[in-house]
């Protein structure tokens, strides 16, 4: 307060304490109190301490601030100055001694040294100025024992030798350390105080055990038995026998103190003799331990013994918790307490692995805590912590659970040797949490890494039943669900499962179970099949436990809740309550499908779509969250039908703009997951790698990752870069999107006849068969779908701008190259690109300002005798167009390689032939290195690059990659984090670059990897192109028109070109030995018609 703060002088803090003294006489405020307490603190500080009110006022404030909490030595002090002025045996001096001795007992930490000494002597002065009828004598004399209680252990401390925890571990150690001490006047000295303090206490508190059974240990001490005694098992007994029957003898004729102790004395040489018998009897042990007081220095050895009986017995249930219980007691009593540690660990990991209830496990890591309660300390004990914190982990949904038990299980299989068969059961626990972990999170990358774990283990493995081949059932079942092709997966899925179910004992419930996974493992898309499938899961997940529910349990349970013909509302109720149960990433699209089904069946169309879209959109976050590219493309699988399902019902119901919704958000999701900024999740170190969730966490806080464009967006963009439209084409139809945000779809009928497409897919690349399948193809693509999306376009009279979006394997039909001879060709009436997805449409950077700034050109990575005329091509694209061009690879003049045969005479010339243009320095190798470091998103991006090298498509898309002197891959191109630009311009010549054998909706390749991540505009191919002279005329042409178009339009004009070829429009100077291609067949359209657009 400002007033308070003008208080300066003695006189004035005086007054003013005086007032607020007055004040909470009448009012007892806190607020008043802590004001006084502050105000004589300052007053104290003003006066000199021999002022005559100094120690009062000092009291005064002490038992202020003990009234308000405080306890520290200061306010011990306090107190102890207005004891010491107050008046002999006055009640204000009873009350200073009782505050001050409060106030010491509750300093942290039991009271030592000289305030034990000062607490003493406080409570002794209280108590003998109490009255045997005041209230306040019984719970002074409580306190007076206890610091009688601590002064002896204070005093015993002397006897522990270094490294024992207590003076009540009677090991050898503490054995030879009391014989050292007890010859020693000092020793013996401080044991008779020490008695004397124990006799005090159990005076003043008269039948504490705790108090008597270290008196009565005190008492045998003093009274001259050897410390030293117990040297073998044999004295032992002998000592404790001898010791049980004369306190038998002695007990009856005992009164009083006397009796109890002899009393103790008898019950823990019973204990003691129990304790050395080989085969003590269970009901014995566990009525002795009933007998002996919580803290008594032989009560943990008789619960280990009764544990260990117990184990023996084969009830591990009722072993666990003596067991827990003796291990802290038990100190360097070696091996009793190895004994008792690993039969404890080993015990608690077999109940782990019994499927327990998460309450059930929180008790076993309870008992744990107990037995260790400072942590684990060696390979059984990490352990059995890792094991029950991985179960209840999958049961708790508990990440950090998870996390911890996966450490303590890599620990423990750190500190077993090499040669240890531990070590692959430990492998089998960590692989089992992290195939349950997949359940929660959804990343493949837990069931990539189980079967990783598992596979570490040696040939003929197995030492846990049935256990494992259930679990490589499972992980099989699990990963072949996102590979429907993958035959071999559920093939072995099934086989698993098979021989599991012959090592079940007959009445295991998981049989059941186990026959139901391999009829999914082997159903088909018979829908009597899966109906009665799903009869099947609704019964046997009646009356679930809901403890139990994980992953798609949940679903299941939910089935059995909830009939496909229920109301959606009830059934979004139980889906809600299910999830409420389980955090991490609960099934939701499973669930939200059954609603839409729901919906559906009672005409409910928009709710129905609504809830197909939101099953797409928990979908493409099950695939954002995946560690690493192949991972996200299985997790991909499948959502493209479902879309478009979506679709079709929102069009069929007029719902556009959900239609596209559909449509996007099941388009380019591995391509949306790689380049969309999330980390990449650690993995735990150890010797069997654990995934974090920093991806995970990253998902669930950004749900907008997962959102597609809109109508709105698209038609932006379509408008800004100078689009006509985007046109989806579908199985059945197209869907058109205008730059005004129109959405059209019409049928395409023709589609539904794919006769050509077949011939076309089904011919030998290259071969005559494959040329004619080429130009029909072609012409069905015009017929069925080009021409009339011209036409209903209704944009004659100019070029029109397209990007087409081809669904499933309509993206196999080479639609650039659409027409026939004497109908037309698509180039010649459009300017046409391709895209994954409307998404990366919008996402593709700006392109540089000019791509003669820093342009790259590669030829023949690795000196091929099939790419001669490609290196033709490139050395005349740097002539003519980029003279300052970085070159890479072969170029024409080097010598052949060693392997490659002298060329057979021909008519036409040798590409190697030409001379080498130029004075420029000699090339360098196309390695990996050194072009990622050029490509965009690298420290050193190009603006232009030109690729004349083959590349490989792979049934794997992220396999695919560019040969260059190693393979440059679609993994390792997505591993780089998107450049947002200026993007440069890639040219993929002569290489299947913009081909995917699978996972078409995907529309994973080299060309639209190197869009998103940060390419402006990549020119493709959808086949290999031949080297002759023809390719390198047209891409010559390309670049050409590069000058005065933008890429879309050059690559037109190009391949218009091809077809009504005019020399005069070539470059000039343009090398003869090119110019020889105009003597071929420029048309075919397997020369020009492979070549795409894609980007800016």
Known sequence: MASQALLQSADDLRAFAGMVFDRLQSDDRDADRDLLAEVLGRLLEVISDDDED?????????????????????????????????????????????????????????????????????????????????????????????????????????FVPPGVASFTDFTPQVNARLAAELSSPEGREALAEARHHLEQADRLAPGNPQYRGLLAGVQILTAGTPAAAQETVKTAQATVKTLREAAADLAPHAEGPSAAALREVATASRAAELVMMDDPPIDDLRAIAAELPEGHVIRPQVLARLGLALHARGDMAAAIEPLAAALPGLGGLEPLRERTAKTLAN????????????????????????????????????????????????????????????????????????????????????????????????????????????????????????????????????????????????????????????????????????????????????????MSIM???????????????????????????????????????????????????????????????????????????EAKLAALTERSADVLLQTGVDRALDMSREAADDALEAARLALDHGYMAEALQALELARGMTLHAATAGLPQSSVESGPVGVPGDERTEAVVADPELSRPPSVADIAVCLRERGWDA????????????????????????????????????????????????????????????????????????????????????????????????????????????????????????IPVSSYGTAPVVVADPKRDIQLRWGRNECAEIVRLIYPAARRF????????????????????????????????????????????????????????????????????????????????????????????????????????????ENDFDEALTLATALLATGASTVIGSRWRVGDDARTALMMLMFHHQLAVHDPAEALRRAQAWMLAPRPDELPPDISPIVRTGLDHDLGDPAVWGAFTHQGR
């Open 726 to 845: 985007l046109a989806y084409l579908l199985p059945d139809r197209a869907v058109i999107v205008r730059p005004d945000g129109t959405v059209e779809p019409f049928p395409l009928p023709g589609l539904a006849d794919r006769r050509a497409l077949a011939a076309f897919t089904g011919a030998a690349p290259e071969s005559a068969e494959w040329g004619a399948a080429l130009r029909e193809v072609c012409a069905w693509a015009w017929r069925a779908a080009m021409e009339p999306l011209l036409v209903r376009l209704g944009l004659s009279g100019r070029i029109v701008r397209l990007v087409v979006v081809p669904w499933g394997e309509l993206g196999l039909v080479p639609w650039q190259a659409a027409g026939a001879p004497g109908e037309g060709r698509l180039c010649e009436r459009a300017a046409v690109s391709f895209a994954a997805s409307a998404r990366q449409l919008l996402r593709t950077v």
């Open 347 to 530: 015990g608690v990991m077999a109940l782990a692995g019994r499927e327990p209830s998460q309450a059930e496990l929180t008790a076993l890591l309870g008992d744990l805590t107990r037995a260790w309660p400072d942590g684990p300390d060696d390979a059984e004990s990490h352990a059995a912590f890792g094991s029950v914190l991985v179960s209840r982990g999958v049961r708790a949904i508990s990440r950090a659970d998870f996390e911890t038990g996966t450490r303590h299980l890599n620990r423990a299989i750190d500190l077993l040797s090499d040669d240890d068969s531990r070590r692959h059961t430990l492998r089998f626990v960590i692989a089992g949490a992290l195939a349950d972990r997949y359940s929660v999170d959804k990343d493949l990358r837990y069931l990539d890494d189980a079967l990783a774990a598992l596979s570490e283990l040696p040939p003929g493995w197995n030492a846990v039943g049935p256990g494992l081949p259930m679990l490589l059932g499972l992980i099989n079942q699990l990963r072949a669900f996102h590979d429907p092709a993958s035959a071999t997966r559920r093939d072995d899925a099934a086989a698993k499962y098979e021989e599991a179910l012959e090592q079940l004992p007959p009445d295991s419930p998981h049989r059941a179970l186990l026959r139901l996974g391999i009829d999914v493992a082997r159903v088909t898309d018979d829908p009597v099949s899966q």
């Open 54 to 158: 100094a120690d009062s006022l000092a009291g005064l404030r002490g038992q202020l601030l003990l009234n308000a909490g405080v306890h520290t030595e200061e306010v011990a002090g306090l107190l102890r100055r207005g004891r010491d002025v107050a008046e002999p045996d006055s009640d204000e001096l009873r009350l200073m001694l009782y505050l001050r001795a409060v106030c010491l007992s509750d300093l942290p930490g039991p009271p030592t040294g000289p305030i034990l000494a000062e607490l003493l002597a406080d409570l002794e002065e209280l108590h003998g100025l109490l009255s045997d009828d005041d209230p306040l004598r019984a719970e002074v004399r409580v306190h007076l024992a206890d610091a009688h209680w601590h002064q002896a252990r204070l005093l015993m401390s002397r």
């Open 889 to 996: 690879g072969t170029w024409p003049g080097s010598s052949r390689p060693q392997h490659e045969p002298a060329p057979e005479p021909a008519t036409e010339p040798d590409p190697d032939s030409a001379p080498e243009p130029g004075p420029e320095p000699a090339p360098e190798p196309a390695t990996v290195d050194a072009l990622t470091d050029l490509l965009p998103g690298g420290p050193h991006p190009a603006s232009m690059l030109h690729f004349a090298c083959h590349a490989q498509s792979n049934a794997v898309a992220t396999r695919s990659g560019l040969e260059l002197t190693e393979p440059l891959t679609v993994a390792r191109l997505l591993d780089r984090l998107p450049d947002d630009g200026p993007g440069a311009l890639v040219v993929l010549s002569a290489c299947t670059s913009d081909f995917t």
């Open 535 to 609: 009869a099947r899961m609704r019964a046997l997940t009646a009356g679930a436990d809901p403890d139990m529910v994980t992953g798609s349990e949940a679903v299941l349970r939910l089935l059995s809740q909830s009939p496909l013909n229920a109301d959606p509302a009830a059934m979004r109720q139980a889906a809600h309550d299910l999830a409420a149960q389980r955090p991490g990433r609960f099934p939701a699209a499973l669930v939200e499908e059954l609603i839409s089904l729901a919906h559906l069946t009672r005409g409910q169309y928009g709710a129905a779509v």
